[in-house]
């Protein structure tokens, strides 16, 4: 029986699991391996960080989703990779000192998701917040109510370092959530973009409706504004101008986890591993990649974005090619369709443009 190991159960890696188990469990052993107990959906980041959402009632059980479609679950999380052995390690179970574990696999998926990016900004790293787990984003949550307690009738600033959805999103909800609040305390929050316009992917007039109704909610919006360093207390913008922060959230970029880079594949500058339009690594026959951590470049129209669209479609993709793959069969080619995007501007109001029949990537 053929074994297909999916690390990561994400908005890519749980739906491949998902519909490979409905659909190939019964001939092959499809085993979804992710650090954490249970997923939670991304793009809601920013209402755990802003307390509009409870993490624990929306997140969906493996154990539970894996029992009822056919695959298995295994909670750990991957270090490394031995493609001779065709085996990879995975830390102690209940992450504990014990020894770790190695899975034997005939076809490995990884849908590792991305990390925030730094770019190297002096002391971004270890001063500002991110949002790439419901970890960070209650981090998030626990520093800014603390900060507002600690304040009293001092403001508290908040400075949102990138001006894309992530960015733009978290602004707009925390500006909502805490309206209650800011009738007692002055929260002011501020939104860095380094380029010309907020939300740069998207068509221009959106992103002015975006940068008007997080003004009408009292943001600061600061376009064309490069943040050159970052304090435990302010950031420094690149004209040397010092802007008071006691939190600062980086939303200014992402890269694929360090663990790529690591593994032996090909990757590019973001260690996002180099697939072909079968998904495969350039690197590996048996080793596929998809969504954040992956990079699918369309001869014609480029790089996929990191989005959840595109990890969706790819698992859709990937569940058909690996359920039907039969040797000496051409492989079938992913091709990513764009529906548009909306970014929510909290809980009544949103921009975006969506397509019908999508574009093809
Ligand atoms: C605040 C916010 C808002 C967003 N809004 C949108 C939006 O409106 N529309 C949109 O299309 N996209 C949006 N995105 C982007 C979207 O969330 C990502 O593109 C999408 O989640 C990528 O899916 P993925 O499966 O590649 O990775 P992820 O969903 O990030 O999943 C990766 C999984 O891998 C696991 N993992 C990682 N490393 C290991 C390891 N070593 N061992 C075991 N497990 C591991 C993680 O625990 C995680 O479960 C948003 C993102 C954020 C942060």
């Not at 600690?150 to 992530?166: E, L, M, R, W, Y």
């Not at 359920?323 to 809980?347: N, V």
Request: charged share 15%; aromatic share 6%.
């Amino acid at each position: 029986m053929e074994t297909i190991v999916i690390v990561g159960g994400g908005a890519g890696g749980l739906e491949l699991a998902t519909r490979l188990g409905n659909i190939a469990g019964a001939h092959s052993r499809v085993v979804l391996v992710d650090r954490w107990p249970g997923h939670f959906w991304k793009p809601l980041l920013h209402t755990v960080a802003s307390g509009s959402c409870d993490p624990q009632a929306d997140e969906l059980s493996f154990s539970t989703q894996a029992s009822e479609h056919g695959f298995e679950f295994i909670q750990g999380e991957m270090l490394c990779l031995d493609r001779t052995q065709q085996t990879i390690t995975l830390s102690p179970q209940d992450g504990g000192d014990g020894a770790c574990r190695v899975l034997g696999y005939d076809k490995l998926v990884l849908a590792l998701g991305s990390v925030t990016s730094f770019y190297g900004v002096p002391g971004a790293q270890e001063h500002a917040l991110t949002l790439d787990s419901v970890a960070d984003a209650e981090a998030f949550r626990h520093r800014f109510f603390a900060a507002c307690h600690q304040a009293g009738n001092s403001p508290v600033n908040v400075a949102i370092v990138g001006g894309g959805a992530t960015g733009v999103e978290l602004a707009a909800e925390l500006s909502n959530s805490t309206r209650a609040l800011a009738l007692l305390q002055n929260i002011r929050i501020t939104v860095m973009e380094r380029g010309a316009g907020l939300l740069p992917h998207m068509d221009g007039i959106q992103a002015q409706r975006a940068e008007r109704h997080l003004r009408s909610l009292g943001v600061a919006v600061r376009t064309a504004t490069s943040v050159a360093a970052v304090h435990a207390d302010a950031v420094t913008d690149s004209h040397g101008q010092r802007h008071p922060a006691q939190l600062t959230l980086w939303a200014a970029g992402v890269q694929a986890p360090p663990l790529c880079a690591r593994l032996g594949l090909s990757v590019n500058h973001q260690q996002k591993i180099l697939v072909d339009a079968g998904l495969r690594s350039f690197s590996d026959a048996r080793i596929y990649a998809l969504g954040d951590c992956a990079n699918y470049v369309c001869p014609v129209k480029g790089a996929a974005p990191p989005r959840a669209q595109v990890a969706h479609q790819q698992a859709m993709f990937l569940a058909g090619a690996l359920a039907g793959a039969s040797d000496g069969e051409a492989p079938a080619l992913f091709h990513y369709h764009d529906y548009g995007s909306l970014i929510s501007l909290g809980p009544q109001a949103a921009v975006g443009v969506l397509t019908r029949a999508g574009s093809g990537l």
